[in-house]
């Protein structure tokens, strides 16, 4: 069956980095593009990246631009976020989500269980 | 940028009640829009996707419609597992959710 996994989440202060992992499995990972969507604590849900399936277009959220970079090595099953220059407002639990369709225009079909990122001093 | 409205914000509803939640696009996205049940400290599920087509395993008490601005979310028949938040979210551009709606069995 299909699978998500995120690690990499934790406490980290103002203005450091963090690289997020999203590991699946039950699917051809190489065939799919994927997404980060994230969730402050009590609020709603925030598109923050994708990547296609062969990892040649890539587009982020204005939140994130410039400071996150999502990538993937399709070789070794593996989706990344790296982000930088955090903020408080970076806090919240990150997901990542499997898109079925070419140029994965957003259909979010299968997500992973999440991993909390903390900013605070 | 294309803002997305929901509501209400929360209901409270009975067992068996039939329940609605609207959406609206600031802007036509003709029928990419796509709901999303979540449940406390779970990740989202999706239920309807391109605004009126069921997820396979997904219960035909749920049910979407609409074009252009307007959907329409159903439930036709609450059940206490339905007890959630549910959002839409349209991909017409860059995605974008909708604020959610919480739903509660009376």
């Known amino acids: 069956q299909v699978q998500l996994v995120e690690s990499g989440g934790g406490v980290v202060q103002p203005g450091r980095s963090l690289r997020l992992s999203c590991a699946p499995s039950?699917?051809?990972?190489?065939?799919?593009?994927m997404h980060w969507v994230r969730q402050a604590p009590g609020k709603g849900l925030e598109w923050v990246a994708v990547i296609w399936y062969d990892g040649s277009n890539k587009q982020y959220a204005d939140s994130v631009k410039g400071r996150f970079t999502i990538s993937r090595d399709n070789s070794k099953n593996t989706l990344f976020l790296q982000m930088n220059s955090l903020r408080a407002e970076d806090t919240a639990v990150y997901y990542c989500a499997r898109d079925p369709r070419i140029a994965a225009p957003g259909l979010f079909d299968f997500w992973g269980q999440g991993t909390l990122v903390t900013v605070s001093s | 940028d294309i803002q997305m409205t929901q509501s209400p914000s929360s209901l409270s509803a009975s067992v068996g009640d039939r329940v609605t939640i609207t959406c609206q696009a600031s802007?036509?996205?003709?029928?990419?829009l796509n709901w999303y049940q979540q449940k406390p400290g779970k990740a989202p599920k999706l239920l309807i996707y391109d605004a009126s087509n069921l997820e396979t395993g997904v219960p035909s008490r749920f049910s979407g419609s609409g074009s252009g601005t307007d959907f329409t979310f159903t439930i036709s028949s609450l059940q206490p597992e339905d007890i959630a938040t549910y959002y839409c979210?349209?991909?017409?551009?860059?995605?974008?959710f909708g604020p959610g709606t919480k739903v509660d069995i009376k």
């Open positions: 979210q349209q991909y017409d551009n860059l995605p974008r």
């Open positions: 039950g699917f051809t990972f190489s065939s799919y593009g």
């Open positions: 802007q036509d996205i003709t029928n990419y």
